[in-house]
């Protein structure tokens, strides 16, 4: 489920609505934050340049992965959506907004998003397919699996786990910004096995939670251009 963030917290993610172009916004859309002073009493020795790039680059690793597959998780009050993102590299994304029961949409809420190379289609909540106004050369729609500002936190490791037969290797995250609210954890789980991140959890205070899960395991449908569009 989707939250309702603050400003600050708006600025973290690429938005998710009808106008693709517009990353951190994306209008009523929420997204996740990811500055927040370190609090993170699991920490066990200091944050090192190299553990965040090795962290960085596991999450970079994904868009080199022949099919990948990232389910967004939110709960908390005001929440509308999860997201599900399915990836055949970064030129063909489908990215999917699963509204909770009940939810009145408006015209400028989205249903799916799918890019094509540098095309990007939008599925309206009347249910038809638009071309957005645009055309773009990077991973638009892909860049949702990957919280944006990564490089702003420090990752501290925090020893090894394993989850569903996969050996994983654990990091807390610790946050900078003096803008952030108080009181906010994270943890990143890497595979050991793809140096690819396996999951990703951020934790608010106010009882907010936002979870990203990866799958390289299973298949994904064809993800092609969708037929009588707009």
């Known amino acids: 489920m989707r939250l309702h963030f603050t400003p600050f917290l708006l600025l973290l993610l690429l938005s998710i609505g009808c106008n693709l172009a517009d990353r951190f916004s994306g209008g009523q859309k929420n997204v996740p934050a990811m500055n927040s002073p370190s609090n993170s009493s699991a920490n066990s020795t200091k944050p090192s340049a190299n553990v965040n790039k090795d962290v960085l ?3 970079e690793n994904l ?3 022949t099919y990948v597959t990232a389910k967004v998780d939110n709960e908390g009050p005001d929440t509308k959506y999860d997201e599900l993102i399915e990836a055949a590299g970064i030129a ?4 999917t907004f699963m509204y909770i029961p009940g939810f009145q949409k408006t015209p400028s809420d ?29 991973s638009t729609v892909f860049n949702n699996m990957i919280p944006l500002n990564l490089p702003e936190i420090d990752f501290v490791p925090a020893g090894d786990e394993n989850i569903d037969g996969k050996p994983v290797s654990v990091y807390n995250m610790g946050f900078s910004s003096p803008e952030a609210p108080k009181g906010m954890t994270g943890k990143v789980w890497l ?5 690819v991140p396996l ?21 994904i449908k064809p993800i092609e251009a969708p037929k009588g569009v707009k």
């Open 57 to 59: 680059s596991a999450f």
């Open 63 to 65: 868009k080199a992965q």
């Open 92 to 95: 063909k994304v489908r990215r």
């Open 110 to 138: 989205s249903s799916e998003e799918i890019q094509i190379g540098i095309d990007v289609f939008v599925k309206q909540a009347s249910g038809d397919w638009v071309k957005a106004g645009y055309k773009t050369n990077d």
């Open 191 to 195: 595979r050991k096995d793809k140096q």
């Open 199 to 219: 999951k990703l959890r951020f934790d608010r205070p106010n009882g907010t939670s936002t979870t990203y899960s990866y799958d390289l395991d299973t298949p």
